[in-house]
């Protein structure tokens, strides 16, 4: 799902990253098993949604009514899927069938 970005308007899918420092995370298993367990399991309970660009935390779905004006704001148009045809066709034969049982 895209989300736009409240401080830099970027119109994108988020990245997943966990709060604190991997090289922290390192040392504490290296040097002591109970404290680098605990850091591990709070980096993993801590992931979140960032922007791809700037990385804020401060992200909106681009189909609510504020992140749309957002988007909007910074350019992005949304894209518009077509049905194929035989998704129309298939409709169609599923409209036709309804109407007559309707009778």
């Keep these: 799902m895209k989300l736009v970005c409240k401080d830099c308007g970027t119109v994108d899918e988020p990245k997943t990253v966990a709060r604190g420092s991997m090289a922290v995370e390192i040392v504490l298993w290296l040097l002591f098993i109970v ?9 993993l309970g801590s992931k979140h949604d960032a922007c791809r660009a700037c ?12 992140g749309r004006t ?14 194929s045809a035989g998704a129309v066709s298939a409709g169609r034969a ?3 069938l309804v109407g007559r049982l309707k009778r």
Excluded at 35 to 43: A, H, K, M, N, T
Excluded at 55 to 66: D, I
């Design 35 to 43: 404290p680098g367990l605990i850091y591990s399991i709070w980096r």
């Design 94 to 96: 599923l409209g036709r």
């Design 70 to 83: 957002l988007a909007e704001g910074a350019g992005y148009t949304a894209e518009v899927i077509k049905p």
């Design 55 to 66: 990385g804020s935390e401060k992200l909106l779905p681009v189909h609510t009514p504020a």
